[in-house]
């Protein structure tokens, strides 16, 4: 027996081991920070070059919907199965697809020829977005098995997307100054770096009897997609045309499927029975409203200061980043006050400080200056910095642990497709309006209303629960 043993003390093999198993979880969760980081990046850095995009290859708003849109479309329509498909194939090995998708598809889009093969392009990265976000928290899942250094790890992971989200105006304004085609450049060094240090880290376990529900996944594309074409193509050729009521009648034909397949499949997707509870529904419904605020805004926003006010990309990216620096500060306190003073203060406080922001920007006048503008924001994220993690806790800790996944899918889904459909809405509505201004003022009045609604509901319920 050596003395090391002999001794109690570790052998140098043991050492090395628990070195090596350390290093790894490092590599994990700067792997999965760049993903998270790069992925956040890429829903807000296009925005701010919409107007470069447009002049480039022409297309009208349609067109710029779709650029936007495509993204989060399929972002949040394979959310809800990526979770499964990370089970199927191990998180490491979901995560490397995931990205290698999302990197291939960023370079597709920066060469591009045309405006359909950027819009397909984006379809692609989305699909590759959706399986990130879920391999990513599996991947810091397996690294840390001990709770307290797993929460430390997911902090760190979440600051990736805040930083990402916050530098997102900003470079998507330095980099169109350059070319448009740099702002999908950019996502090629950071996903080549992050593919690097999955290297460095061990296979997952795979489960390949983890099920997958087909039939509520193709239904749920169908859905969604059909319901996003017909809101941005009522807005280029009217509500009455005939391909937006077949995209219609497609959407409602396969909300019923997916509802049937859900009810009745033997793995079903999203349990009716959890879809049927009171938390997960007002979860889902503020998130949705939360999301159809913040990015209605920045879509509008980025447009109007351009085209309107005739700043430059990179003047207009610099005018969102006093509000996405704020709202990444705001957002790591939004646990501490829910636990201070329970969820309902800054689930209710936040949607009322973004309902306010956006009513707000409804009043200035054509000429009144750019930097009222950027004070007026900040309510906006602040508020829905505070509200979405706020939201997201009071969810995960009413639901049962072993549908938390599920939960936090259905609730992030729910996100992606307010963001979508408020693309999808605002930019018709600017498009049937004279001047950009009143089309501008509609649509966010109607975000302000919606989130003032949710934000009604969020007391109504939750003061409901504490008096029962």
């Known amino acids: 027996m050596s003395s090391s043993v002999a001794s109690g003390r570790p052998s140098a093999d043991t050492a090395t081991g628990q070195r090596g198993t350390a290093d790894g979880a490092r ?26 995009i447009g ?25 809800l199965s990526a979770g499964s498909v990370t089970d199927r194939i191990g998180a490491r090995q979901a995560f490397g ?15 591009a020829p045309n405006l359909g093969v950027l819009v397909v392009a984006r379809l692609v990265q989305g699909a590759g977005a959706a399986v990130i976000v879920p391999a990513s928290l599996a991947l810091i899942r397996e690294a840390f098995p001990d709770p307290a250094r797993r929460a430390r790890a997911i902090s760190v992971w979440a600051m990736g997307g805040s ?37 460095r880290t061990a296979p997952s376990p795979r489960r390949a009897d983890a099920p997958f529900d087909w039939a509520g996944q193709v239904a749920a594309v169908a859905a969604m997609g059909g319901l996003t074409y017909a809101a941005i193509e009522a807005g280029a050729v009217g509500l009455g045309a005939a391909r937006v009521l077949v995209a219609l009648a497609v959407a409602v034909v396969a909300s019923v499927i997916f509802l049937a397949s859900q009810a009745r499949g033997r793995n079903p997707m999203v349990p009716l029975a959890l879809l049927r509870a009171r938390t997960m529904a007002l979860s889902a419904t503020v998130g949705f409203a939360l999301n159809v605020g913040f990015y209605g805004m920045i879509f509008l926003l980025g447009l109007y200061l351009q085209q309107d ?18 709202t990444a500060v705001v957002s790591p306190t939004a646990a501490w006050f829910a636990a201070r003073f329970g969820p309902r203060m800054p689930v209710v406080t936040g949607q009322l400080m973004m309902a306010t922001g956006l009513a707000l920007l409804c009043v200035p006048s054509a000429t009144a200056p750019a930097w009222l503008l950027v004070l007026l924001m900040i309510p906006v994220g602040t508020g829905g910095g505070l509200a979405v993690p706020a939201v997201t806790s009071l969810l995960l800790d009413r639901v049962p642990a072993e549908r938390a996944g599920t939960a936090s899918g ?23 309006h004279a001047q950009f201004l009143h089309g501008l003022r509609t649509s966010l009045l109607i975000a302000a209303l919606l989130v003032l609604a949710t934000a009604t509901a969020t007391a109504f319920v939750l003061v409901k629960e504490k008096t029962s």
């Open 410 to 432: 259905v609730l992030n889904a729910s996100r992606q497709l307010g963001g979508a459909l408020a693309v999808a809405v605002f930019g018709a509505l600017v498009s049937h």
């Open 97 to 111: 697809a995931g990205l290698v998708v999302f990197t291939v598809a960023s370079a597709a889009c920066g060469f």
């Open 55 to 79: 002049r480039g290859f022409g297309g009208g708003m349609t067109g710029l919907q779709w650029v936007v849109d495509g993204y989060t479309l399929m972002f949040a329509a394979l959310l």
């Open 163 to 199: 930083v990402g989200a916050a530098a997102g105006p900003v470079l998507g304004g330095v980099l169109s100054e350059l070319s448009w085609r740099m702002i999908f450049f950019v996502n090629l060094p950071v996903g080549l770096l992050a593919l690097f240090l999955l290297t």
């Open 309 to 326: 006010r005739g700043l430059s990309p990179m003047a207009t990216g610099l005018a969102f980043l006093p509000m996405t620096l704020l």
């Open 27 to 52: 590599w994990a969760l700067a792997a999965a920070l760049l993903g998270f980081f790069v992925m956040t990046l890429d829903a807000l850095i296009v925005n701010v070059a919409l107007p470069e």
